[in-house]
């Protein structure tokens, strides 16, 4: 029944004995029933349809196939797709790169009985002027063919099961220094499409309500101007521009969550101001000349570990009119020192003594990695120090490595034994400014805190300055 369903037919390869009478009203039931992708619309065949959607909707289905090189099956499976999830059609044609939200094979299964459009011969725009019935070609492709089709697809959605495994830990390792390569940097935007991710994100009532109460109590920086939500995973930062009334907001994603986005942005009645584009920010080609605000949730660990920062930068630079309008707007990382032996006992000492046997091989490890976990407000032994500020209006690549001394003062006679890691972020220079914190006597953020641990831990005295560098 499957294999039916997917050229949209109940004839069989046990049918050939129907006449031809029977062939040819079939034939032009199929010419007479076909409904535009995108509006109520009927014309009288699938190219009238295809043809409605690239001059009114602006949708060349025809262009898209030949530019993401679709097979026949891919094609099957995106009008499916549209005729099941309804996608505004400028959601269809921004898609330039793979995974496609049509990929399931679920949009094998026809949506609309008898669908033209499904038995289109595509390879005949190709291969000749003179295309081919639709029907025969359908007609023409084996049962075999169609299984082959199968199991490909079946086979992608197990390696998409797989890939749903690879989730954040609760207390993950955060590398001090980041060298990203092609399948890496894949990787690292695949974590984004995981639910669970922004689950988290959005819960983080410090981070999601400091934009929130900025945005709508600031909706004269949005009125009617034309925003840029750059990294906009599930949308939340557009649809808050837009409810304090920009009048278009454009959100960009590398992520699969985007397509997510899309159904979000479509379920809160949003379609007609957001615009959502799939694409690297340093790639995309938007679709007006400028923005008038940059809107962004950028922030990595300590501030700059696994951030977007550079991507933030680059749409600065290439989209905004005014560089001052990115938000938030002003940031800073702080240090300060840390003293817990529960904790250096847990984390360092415990590979000195597992189950019998020594790990001094993984202990090593332990100092070359940064730690993200919260740190106790008692556990803090130091002053705090600020060793980097950046403005957003000015920041530039190189301003992303940096050298900085910083003086800590101890605060009682203890035992030093790691520093920590931190930021500030401000929405200043405004009506209602905003501001948030993610260090250790703050509320608890997803950030939590980045701790250093030291190999030999330090005596410290009360009131004692200690005066070092950070290099970063």
């Known amino acids: 029944n499957i294999l039916n369903n ?55 289905i025809r262009t898209i196939r030949a530019k993401l090189g679709l097979d026949f099956y891919s094609c099957v499976k995106l009008i499916n797709y549209i005729r099941a999830k309804c996608p505004p059609p400028g959601a269809v044609a921004v898609l330039e790169s793979p995974p496609y939200p049509w990929e399931d094979e679920m949009y094998l299964k026809p949506v609309v009985d008898g669908d033209a459009l499904l038995q289109y011969d595509f390879d005949g725009d190709e291969e000749s002027s003179d295309r081919a019935s639709p029907s025969k070609q359908t007609r023409d492709l084996s049962v075999e063919e169609y299984e082959q089709a199968l199991s490909q697809a079946l086979s992608e959605l197990a390696s998409m099961r797989l890939a749903v495994r690879e989730l954040f830990k609760e207390d993950q390792a955060v590398p001090t220094k980041r060298v990203v390569t092609s ?3 894949d990787g690292y935007f695949s974590t984004y499409t995981h639910f669970s991710i922004h689950e988290e994100m959005l819960k983080d009532e410090v981070r999601t309500d400091a934009y929130h109460r900025f945005i709508t109590q600031n909706p004269s920086i949005f009125k009617d101007k034309v925003v840029l939500d750059v990294g906009c995973g599930t949308a939340i930062l557009s649809m808050f521009a837009a409810q304090a009334g920009a009048k278009r907001v454009i959100g960009v994603d590398q992520s699969n969550v985007i397509y997510k986005a899309m159904d979000i942005v479509m379920e809160n009645g949003l379609s007609n101001k957001v615009t959502l584009v799939k694409g690297a920010m340093e790639e995309v080609q938007l679709p007006v ?13 300590c501030l700059l570990f696994e951030s977007m920062l550079d991507t933030v930068i680059v749409a600065r630079d290439r989209w905004l009119l005014d560089a001052s309008k990115v938000y938030p707007n002003q940031c800073s990382i702080s240090l300060v020192a840390m003293g817990s032996k529960m904790e250096y006992d847990s984390r360092v000492c415990f590979w000195d003594d597992v189950y019998g046997c020594k790990m001094s091989a993984i202990k090593e490890e332990v100092f070359l990695e940064a730690h993200v976990q919260c740190v106790q407000p008692h556990d803090v032994i130091s002053t705090s120090d600020v060793v980097k500020k950046l403005n957003m209006a000015t920041v530039k690549l190189p301003d992303l490595g940096f050298k900085a001394p910083f003086t800590l003062t101890m605060l009682n006679d203890t035992i030093c034994h790691a520093l920590v890691g931190y930021f500030d972020v401000s929405f200043d220079s405004m009506q209602y400014p905003v501001y948030f914190g993610t260090g250790p006597m703050d509320t608890p953020t997803h950030w939590k805190q980045t701790v250093f641990y030291l190999k030999k831990p330090i005596a410290v005295s009360t009131g004692e300055g200690r005066r070092m560098t950070v290099v970063y």
């Open 289 to 301: 000349e400028k923005v008038d605000v940059i809107i962004s949730e950028w922030m990595g660990y």
């Open 6 to 60: 997917i050229i949209g037919m109940s004839c069989s390869e046990e049918s050939g004995s129907e006449s031809s009478s029977e062939w040819e009203d079939e034939e032009e039931a199929v010419e007479c029933a076909c409904t535009c992708l995108f509006c109520p619309v009927k014309l009288s065949s699938a190219e009238d349809v295809f043809t409605h959607c690239a001059n009114v909707h602006e949708v060349d």
């Open 183 to 185: 399948e890496q940097e």
